[in-house]
């Protein structure tokens, strides 16, 4: 007795694997181009991004230490996010594109609570005394909570 396989539908994983690779669209965290968030300035003109910035890297010239709160939410945004992306991969397979958008949108906002969280709870490095003392607070993010209101996502097409 002799077998004959013939397969129906050569290279489904290879085009698989190039699918969700080359995914449409992708999901931008914290000041992305495009929003408000990127345009947002303090009451003295600065901008909302560029603190941002100077916290997350540091600034050797200003004295102010790196507080890393984007990739300190690194972490807690894959964990809660990993499940609402399985679900637009899903609705991404099965060609529900309305879907896949809600899904992109739950965990762009999700994504974004983490890193407004983030802000709200990282001490470390503290302030100075002196900066305690300005500020009247102990949380080396927040001021006027400007930065923590303006934290957001974007859905982009790649």
Same mark, same amino acid.
């Given at each position: 007795?002799? $077998?004959? $396989?013939?397969?129906?539908?050569?290279?489904?994983?290879?085009?698989?694997?190039?699918?969700?690779?080359?995914?449409?669209?992708?999901?931008?965290?914290?000041?992305?181009?495009?929003?408000?968030?990127?345009?947002?300035?303090?009451?003295?003109?600065?901008?909302?991004?560029?603190?941002?910035?100077?916290?997350?890297?540091?600034?050797?010239?200003?004295?102010?230490?790196?507080?890393?709160?984007?990739l300190l939410s690194r972490k807690d945004i894959i964990e809660q996010c990993v499940p609402i992306i399985e679900i637009a991969v899903k609705a991404l397979n099965d060609d529900d594109t309305g879907k896949y958008d809600r899904m992109l949108?739950?965990?762009?906002?999700?994504?974004?609570?983490? $890193?407004?969280?983030?802000?709200?709870?990282?001490?470390?490095?503290?302030?100075?005394?002196?900066?305690?003392?300005?500020?009247?607070?102990?949380?080396?993010?927040?001021?006027?909570?400007?930065?923590?209101?303006?934290?957001?996502?974007?859905?982009?097409?790649?």
């Amino acid at each position: 007795m002799s $077998v004959t $396989v013939q397969q129906s539908n050569p290279n489904w994983l290879q085009r698989l694997q190039r699918r969700y690779t080359d995914a449409p669209k992708t999901i931008k965290v914290g000041y992305p181009e495009g929003t408000e968030a990127a345009t947002v300035s303090y009451p003295d003109g600065t901008r909302v991004i560029d603190v941002a910035m100077q916290n997350e890297y540091g600034d050797p010239f200003k004295k102010i230490p790196a507080r890393p709160f984007l990739l300190l939410s690194r972490k807690d945004i894959i964990e809660q996010c990993v499940p609402i992306i399985e679900i637009a991969v899903k609705a991404l397979n099965d060609d529900d594109t309305g879907k896949y958008d809600r899904m992109l949108d739950t965990a762009g906002s999700v994504a974004a609570g983490i $890193v407004k969280q983030t802000i709200t709870d990282l001490r470390d490095p503290p302030n100075s005394a002196k900066t305690i003392k300005r500020k009247k607070t102990t949380n080396p993010l927040i001021e006027t909570g400007i930065m923590k209101q303006t934290a957001t996502y974007k859905v982009v097409d790649k």
